[in-house]
């Protein structure tokens, strides 16, 4: 059985859901692939200023559902004009009460599930989970870059959260009927 973290609880509160679908973008960028793996929440009838309206003090929301938002880079990139050398990153979005949304590129890789539920599946056990037990206070001295995002509207509304990364180096999250997006290039 899986469980899905209520934004708004402490991370011992868990509900037992079936998980997000699993979403994965990639782009090669100078022959070097960039991969952000994550979780799609979907709306069912609620609106994103609803649901971030429940996040925790420190604003700071998991980009995703159930595991860890993922970002894997072979090649050093430039994310918002931040450099983020090559390896593996988690990446979360600082959401402020008003003003523009920020992209955090963490080093902290998450926690196991089974630290966090001891009843966890063996075959999903190991697999990582983000820091929902305040990121300001756990993490956020691990993170590599935080960067603004350019908000935007879509025509058609998105019912579940997507991520997309164009070759032209443009990373985006779509949600409902608005997006952010920040730009990602070659660092070299």
């Known amino acids: ?20 679908p699993r979403g994965t973008a990639t782009a090669s960028l100078k022959g070097k ?5 994550y979780g799609r929440p979907a ?7 609803d649901l971030t309206a429940q996040l925790p003090p420190d604003r700071v929301w ?7 938002t993922a970002l894997m880079t072979e090649g050093d990139i430039l994310i918002g004009g931040k450099k983020v050398p090559a390896g593996k990153y988690t990446l979360y979005v600082h ?3 008003s003003g523009d949304w920020s992209l955090a590129v963490n080093a902290d ?19 990582l989970f983000p820091r929902l037990d305040g990121y300001e206070k756990n ?9 603004p995002m350019k908000s935007g509207t879509v025509a058609t509304p998105v019912e579940l959260f997507t991520i997309t990364l164009d070759p032209g180096g443009v990373l985006t999250m779509l949600w409902g009927d608005r997006s952010w997006s920040v ?4 660092a070299s």
């Open 95 to 97: 959401i402020p009460q």
């Open 139 to 147: 993490i956020a001295d691990k993170e590599i870059a935080r960067v």
């Open 183 to 186: 730009d990602v290039k070659p």
């Open 1 to 20: 059985m899986w469980i899905r973290w209520i934004p708004l609880l402490v991370s011992s509160a868990v509900l037992a859901q079936a998980p997000a």
């Open 62 to 68: 998991r980009a995703g559902s159930d595991r860890v």
């Open 109 to 127: 890789p998450g926690i196991e599930l089974i630290k966090l539920w001891p009843e966890a599946p063996p075959d999903v056990a190991k697999a």
């Open 33 to 37: 692939q960039i991969t952000i793996e």
């Open 43 to 49: 709306l069912k009838g609620r609106t994103v200023k």
